[in-house]
């Protein structure tokens, strides 16, 4: 998450880019080797979105907003950049429903998002005002370490107040419901007359996924607020389970859900050194599982990772097409991490993006007669499907609202929706998912133009696209085997469904104008 501006913002522009590009439009570009992957994620675990409590409701925060919702309504994944603040303003008092710091009703919140069918991250960041209190006036900042200052980072008791607070939250949304209620509380005071009063609730059965907070190297802040790979894991390992068991009955995820899935915070350098020294930390400190495999301290490894044409970091003028830069790379190296050193961990990435301000050293471009905006959307888009392609598991982009349009400053002016107003990435999520939001990657057999299958059931739907990012067409010939007919589906900015056109092949063959926006055609 970025917090530099309105607590939500930080320079964390990472990606490199190597690929070559040679003179004119018509010219070959490289494009990454796609190594072959089986990948049973559903397309629409790609198509998520980084967003605030805020989000979902108008004036009034006690209120699903109906147009608000629609917006969110375009993505398979939300994850909730939750403040602990607003779960615990004041220490060793919780509130959920509503919380006391801004009035949210999470448990509303999570259960629409349930039953709209959209899987929810919850990470849990920054300090509270009580615990970043403990440290000098000098080094206080809500993205400080969360443990209280002069403590033993390295201790895995100093982050028992973080892990307190991960115990409630898991025992309220996770699956467990006979969870000791001796060991809950919440804050029963009202805040003035008629105020909603928190009540302890277990099991409700909304939240899988949780983060223990949000790039911990977070060196552009310096020592008060970095923490080191070892003492990284020491945190997640009283987030996950307590230390296994040793900090109290009370203390870790695991201890309240042993179901739900512990995400590791991403990282704002996509370096899988990182990772390998918290899973060395885990095989001295946690030691072995009966199996042989290392006692982790995390399910899902998770990393950021913003393309653009640096090739040193915070050195990049603009955006670039993912397929352009190391995504690809890097995703294969992390994949290829979990694999060899984590018994092949699930990998996702949840932060990525580009800005629409024209100024932005992360902006989209203006390609042709394409817009901005377009440009934004045809790279999202290829976002999502090269992570698909590479093996990830789930996608998250960043983010639903910008935080200032007119700000020069990268990650200011991402936004996917303006208030209630899509823009046409989001557009291009929302027709995406509905079209073929369960399906499942099957193969690429095309990288100049890229094509990749997609299957449910009997459906096959195949994908093109040109992975470049001068405007470059490619005409291709796309052999559906003994399919006399087929569907061509085109993404449509400002619609709600893509726009469908009945072809007639020609001994099973389809000749295709490929261009940089992916259109999709299924066989029929």
């Known amino acids: 998450m970025k917090n530099l501006i309105l607590s939500f913002f930080c320079f964390s522009l990472l990606s490199f880019s190597c690929a070559k590009k040679r003179g004119s439009q018509g010219d070959p570009v490289s494009v990454t080797p796609v190594i072959p992957v089986i990948n049973t994620s559903l397309l629409q675990n790609h198509l998520g979105i980084n967003a605030f409590e805020w989000d979902f409701s108008d004036n009034d925060n006690t209120v699903i907003s109906d147009g608000k919702m629609n917006v969110i309504k375009s993505f398979g994944g939300f994850r909730h950049y939750l403040d602990w603040d607003k779960l615990e303003s004041e220490e060793g008092k919780y509130t959920f429903n509503p919380v006391h710091s801004g009035g949210w009703n999470y448990d509303m919140i999570y259960a629409k998002c349930k039953a709209e069918g959209i899987e929810v991250l919850s990470c849990i960041k920054n300090c509270p005002t009580w615990l970043v209190n403990t440290y000098p006036v000098d080094q206080r900042?809500?993205?400080?370490?969360?443990?209280?200052?002069?403590?033993?980072?390295?201790?895995?008791?100093?982050?028992?107040?973080?892990?307190?607070?991960?115990?409630?939250?898991?025992?309220?949304?996770?699956?467990?419901?006979?969870?000791?209620?001796?060991?809950?509380?919440?804050?029963?005071?009202?805040?003035?007359?008629?105020?909603?009063?928190?009540?302890?609730?277990?099991?409700?059965?909304?939240?899988?996924?949780?983060?223990?907070?949000?790039?911990?190297?977070?060196?552009?802040?310096?020592?008060?607020?970095?923490?080191?790979?070892?003492?990284?894991?020491?945190?997640?390992?009283?987030?996950?389970?307590?230390?296994?068991?040793?900090?109290?009955?009370?203390?870790?995820?695991?201890?309240?859900?042993?179901?739900?899935?512990?995400?590791?915070?991403?990282?704002?350098?996509?370096?899988?050194?990182?990772?390998?020294?918290?899973?060395?930390?885990?095989r001295k400190n946690r030691g072995l599982k009966a199996d042989g495999s290392v006692n982790l301290c995390f399910d899902v490894i998770n990393y950021h990772n913003y393309s653009n044409n640096s090739t040193v970091s915070q050195g990049s003028t603009a955006g670039r097409a993912p397929e352009l830069s190391p995504a690809a790379k890097t995703a294969d190296g992390f994949i290829a991490m979990a694999k060899e050193k984590a018994n092949g961990t699930e990998v996702w990435l949840t932060e990525a993006g580009y800005d629409i301000n024209t100024s932005s050293p992360q902006r989209a471009i203006k390609i042709g007669n394409k817009s901005v905006l377009i440009t934004q959307a045809d790279w999202m888009l290829r976002t999502a499907l090269l992570n698909v392609r590479h093996g990830l598991k789930r996608s998250?982009?960043?983010?639903?609202?910008?935080?200032?349009?007119?700000?020069?400053?990268?990650?200011?002016?991402?936004?996917?929706?303006?208030?209630?107003?899509?823009?046409?990435?989001?557009?291009?999520?929302?027709?995406?998912?509905?079209?073929?939001?369960?399906?499942?990657?099957?193969?690429?057999?095309?990288?100049?133009?890229?094509?990749?299958?997609?299957?449910?059931?009997?459906?096959?739907?195949?994908?093109?696209?040109?992975?470049?990012?001068?405007?470059?067409?490619?005409?291709?010939?796309?052999?559906l085997g003994a399919s006399k007919a087929a569907t061509a589906y085109t993404l449509a900015p400002g619609g709600s469904e893509m726009i469908a056109e009945k072809l007639v092949t020609v001994n099973g063959k389809l000749k295709i104008t490929v261009t940089e926006t992916p259109i999709f055609i299924e066989k029929e």
């Open 141 to 282: 900042d809500a993205e400080n370490v969360p443990a209280p200052y002069g403590l033993d980072r390295s201790d895995p008791a100093s982050y028992i107040k973080e892990a307190r607070v991960a115990f409630q939250f898991a025992a309220r949304y996770g699956h467990t419901t006979n969870v000791d209620p001796t060991l809950l509380s919440v804050n029963t005071a009202q805040r003035w007359n008629g105020d909603p009063i928190n009540q302890v609730k277990i099991g409700l059965g909304y939240i899988n996924y949780i983060e223990c907070d949000n790039e911990r190297d977070k060196w552009w802040k310096g020592a008060k607020a970095q923490q080191s790979p070892e003492e990284y894991a020491a945190n997640m390992s009283a987030f996950y389970d307590g230390h296994l068991g040793k900090l109290g009955k009370n203390v870790g995820v695991k201890t309240a859900d042993p179901t739900m899935k512990v995400v590791m915070g991403g990282l704002a350098t996509p370096d899988v050194n990182f990772v390998i020294k918290m899973i060395e930390w885990c």
């Open 396 to 479: 998250f982009f960043y983010m639903l609202d910008d935080v200032d349009v007119n700000s020069t400053i990268q990650y200011s002016s991402s936004g996917f929706a303006v208030g209630q107003v899509r823009r046409p990435v989001a557009d291009y999520f929302l027709q995406t998912k509905k079209l073929m939001g369960n399906f499942q990657y099957q193969e690429t057999i095309s990288t100049d133009p890229t094509v990749d299958i997609y299957a449910l059931n009997t459906r096959r739907i195949y994908v093109l696209s040109i992975p470049d990012q001068v405007g470059r067409t490619k005409l291709y010939e796309l052999d």
